[in-house]
């Protein structure tokens, strides 16, 4: 099976790929179905548009044996659901970011949760671990809130390697203290991203 919106190979047949003749064409029950292909490869890059039970038929039109087809029957689900992050905050018992989602109902073929933080190009993120989608938290052992706040994404990956689309980014909040005049103390912070925050609770330590 697989899912709308997701690249698969199907592997070529040898006689396909060892075919001399220009009368090779790809079919498909799909009507809009995305095809890829690239010299040298002993595959085929589909993607389907719409769910349903789909099939892919590979035809080449041989002088001495006629037409010679090759089909791949696939059951087409939905698209992948794509993960929400909740909350990206800093963990008390480790002093780094943790990232917080809430993910009920999920089907048994979501794997995990793979977890990328932005780098330093705007939108590049880079894959940094996974957990289990039941685990509802991850913590970013490399980040240092107390130095500047990082960008978050989240992606579903399912039991056969597929990967969702990417979640909504969250950036937690970098807070920055300097003297003011006498006793005062400046508080300023960079503001939250992924979230409407409402309020803010100010606490001094003694």
């Given at each position: 099976y697989g899912y709308v919106g997701i690249e698969?190979?199907?592997?070529?047949?040898?006689?396909?790929?060892d075919a001399l003749t220009s009368k090779k064409y790809i079919d498909s029950s799909d009507s809009q179905?995305?095809?890829k292909e690239q010299d040298g490869r002993n595959a085929v890059t589909v993607m389907f548009s719409t769910p349903g039970g789909h099939w892919v038929e590979l035809h080449v039109e041989d002088e001495?044996?006629?037409d010679l087809s090759y089909r791949v029957n696939i059951e087409v689900q939905d698209r992948l659901p794509v993960p929400v992050i909740s909350l990206v905050k800093v963990d008390e018992a480790t002093g780094k970011n943790m990232i917080l989602?809430?993910?009920p109902d999920l089907s048994g073929d979501i794997a995990k949760v793979n977890v990328y933080k932005e780098g330093s190009v705007y939108n590049r993120f880079d894959y940094i671990g996974s957990a289990n989608p039941s685990e509802g938290q991850f913590v970013d052992v490399h980040s240092n809130p107390k130095v500047s706040s990082n960008r978050y994404?989240?992606?579903?990956q399912t039991v056969d390697g597929c990967e969702s689309e990417?979640?909504?980014p969250h950036t937690g909040i970098h807070l920055m203290l300097n003297r003011g005049i006498g006793s005062a103390v400046n508080l300023m912070w960079s503001q939250y991203e992924g979230?409407?925050?409402?309020?803010?609770?100010?606490?001094r330590g003694k």
């Open positions: 698969y190979d199907v592997m070529l047949p040898q006689y396909y790929v179905l995305f095809v001495l044996f006629g989602w809430q993910m994404m989240l992606k579903y990417g979640s909504n979230g409407n925050v409402e309020t803010f609770t100010i606490l």
